[in-house]
């Protein structure tokens, strides 16, 4: 199995910026993707970022680009989402999956491990 945490969550003003972490522990060697999802309050788990591991090929939701962007350490087995000019509706819980046996997807099905979430609130 793997195990995924997240955090660097919180509480930011529109325009501000955050950095959310993965760290991925277990059966890492068997990840081929990792994802961002996230989930407002009554609303559907949706695509953010997603990014090959092994590679470093990225994929962005078009709400999202320019804004957000991903990195990874091979070594600490953590990807990264830096998120910069905040919006009121990118306030989410914000969870990170992990893929095996494939490229990154925007589906939240192809995700088989989820981290427990980290909250993200902008404010206006």
């Known amino acids: 199995q793997v195990q995924l945490v997240e955090s660097g969550g919180g509480l930011v003003q529109a325009g501000g910026s955050l950095r959310l972490s993965c760290a991925a522990s277990?059966?890492?060697?068997?990840?081929?993707?990792m994802g961002w999802f996230r989930q407002a309050s009554g609303k559907e788990r949706e695509f953010v970022a997603a990014i090959n591991w092994p590679g470093s090929t990225t994929y962005y939701a078009d709400s999202v680009k320019g804004r957000f962007s991903l990195s990874k350490d091979n070594v600490k087995r953590t990807v990264y989402l830096q998120m910069n000019n905040l919006k009121p509706e990118d306030t989410a819980v914000y969870y990170c999956?992990?893929?095996?046996?494939?490229?990154?997807?925007?589906?939240?099905?192809?995700?088989?491990?989820w981290g427990q979430g980290t909250p993200v609130t902008v404010s206006s």
């Open positions: 999956g992990s893929r095996r046996g494939n490229v990154a997807s925007t589906g939240v099905q192809e995700y088989a491990y």
């Open positions: 277990g059966r890492t060697f068997s990840i081929s993707a």
